[in-house]
């Protein structure tokens, strides 16, 4: 019986609106290519991620490797709550996943001052309605490691085999079907939707 709606946030309840975000900033396509490849999408962010490299650890690790973007990647960072941007469905989504009888519960790689800042200027209109969190930050682990997953489970007294995990990437869901969770790759507010209709269904049988 599934009990557990576990999210990602990233690209599944908020837009990390990262490109737009450089793009608005004035940034052209060398500059976001080059930041994409060396600071995005890269072991830098990982770490922060992580809780181990403080924004200024990693804006001097970045700069030093980057130096002829030192401006572009400060203005960035100093302008990072720019790239969080809600999806119109998600306050939806957790309402109705709640008016159902389900539990509403967060698993995200996030930097703990950004996410204390995107909470406190209204950015997840979700938050309200849900159970609890894993932030990755806070406990120095990262999706898709089991360990994270254990730790909600853990945190909460979760049984594995009763939550569902939507996350934007396949790593990460391996990761929870490792953990011994159900799991999808979101594609979609309405293919999601279908995926736990469907998974309930077929379990109810």
């Given amino acids: 019986m599934i009990k557990n709606i576990v999210f990602d946030i990233g690209n599944v309840l908020i837009d ?13 396509k060398e500059c976001i ?11 830098l962010w ?26 572009e990647i400060r203005l960035f960072v100093d302008n990072l709550i720019l790239t969080i941007r809600p999806f119109d469905y998600s306050e939806k989504w957790v309402k109705d996943l709640k008016s159902k009888g389900f539990n509403v519960y967060l698993c995200t790689n996030y930097p703990d001052s950004t996410f204390e800042e ?6 997840f209109p979700f938050y309200p309605y849900i159970d609890g969190k894993i932030v990755s930050s806070r406990v120095h682990l990262l999706k898709p490691s089991v360990e994270i997953f254990n730790a909600l ?46 998974l309930v269904e077929s379990l109810n049988k």
């Fill in 16 to 28: 990390f609106a990262w490109k737009a975000t450089m793009e608005e900033l004035g940034f052209d």
């Fill in 33 to 43: 290519d080059t930041l994409d490849r060396g600071f995005i999408n890269n072991d």
């Fill in 46 to 71: 990982d770490e922060m991620d992580r809780g181990v490299l403080s924004f200024d650890e990693v804006v001097k690790l970045a700069t030093n490797k980057m130096p002829a973007y030192e401006k």
């Fill in 118 to 123: 995107s909470v406190n200027r209204g950015l």
């Fill in 153 to 198: 489970f853990d945190k909460y007294n979760l049984k594995a085999e009763e939550c569902v995990f939507f996350d934007d990437k396949q790593r990460n869901v391996n990761g929870a079907i490792k953990a011994g969770m159900n799991a999808f790759v979101f594609e979609g507010y309405e293919k999601a939707c279908k995926d736990l209709e469907d």
